[in-house]
């Protein structure tokens, strides 16, 4: 087993660039807690040979906050690599966290993903990776892994565009809501629809162009509108 050693001198470490942003609230709340009880003699951090955090970096920072020793094990058996597997088991990273951490690392899906998220920052994350993915789906524990479909991504772009078209006409807010994004997505699969046509059936039933609870119900709706008033080239 590794010595734990420990260092009052907190400028010790560094961070790779990969690892998340610092999360005040979490090292807030890191604070009081050790405040409570220190424990972290049993929770040291985990650095390489060139003292990089490879999981702690939290810790360290509650440590300098309260000018407290941190402990730690040396190890090169674990690489930046490993930072995201670590740190899943600690305080739970969210999507961008993990999109952030694959992007710095250069994975060519993230870069691609991270510059779309980037032009179309209205877009909720959850909603990107399900529209850009060759099977419509998201695939939370591959984007974990580093994996990443991004085989849609040009139509991801045709819907990204449609909603801009849309909020600036009508500034509803469920227009980028978790549901509506990928209910029109869907519904621009189909070979009749035409957003130049769905606008002018919208003026048609205006009242019907609502927010609803649930994707399923949100592409009723946008079925609804379509087909209104019309025999010919519905979408079903």
């Not at 591959?142 to 990204?160: P, S, T, Y």
Request: net charge neutral.
């Amino acid at each position: 087993m590794s010595q734990i050693l420990k260092t009052s001198d907190h400028d010790l470490f560094t961070s790779f660039t990969s690892n998340r942003e610092i999360d005040e609230k979490h090292v807030a709340q890191l604070v009081k807690s050790i405040q409570q009880r220190n424990l972290l003699h049993i929770n040291p951090i985990l650095v390489d040979s060139k003292m990089r955090i490879i999981d702690g970096q939290h810790r360290v920072e509650a440590a300098r906050i309260l000018k407290t020793d941190i402990y730690y094990i040396v190890s090169d058996d674990v690489d930046r690599t490993d930072i995201s597997k670590l740190n899943s088991n600690q305080k739970n990273w969210n999507a961008m966290d993990y999109i952030t951490f694959h992007t710095v690392e250069g994975n060519p899906e993230f870069l691609k993903l991270s510059k779309f998220i980037s032009t179309y920052p209205d877009l909720k994350v959850s909603v990107v990776i399900t529209i850009i993915s060759s099977k419509f789906t998201r695939n939370t524990a591959a984007v974990k892994e580093g994996i990443l479909d991004v085989e849609n991504i040009n139509f991801g772009h045709q819907v990204a565009q449609a909603l801009a078209v849309l909020n600036q006409k009508y500034q509803h807010e469920f227009i980028y809501d978790s549901r509506f994004p990928i209910a029109l997505a869907r519904a621009m699969q189909d070979e009749n629809f035409t957003l130049e046509t769905f606008i002018k059936r919208i003026e048609l039933n205006p009242r019907a162009f609502v927010r609803c609870t649930t994707t399923k119900e949100s592409y009723k709706m946008i079925q609804e509108i379509y087909n209104y008033r019309t025999s010919v080239n519905k979408i079903g």
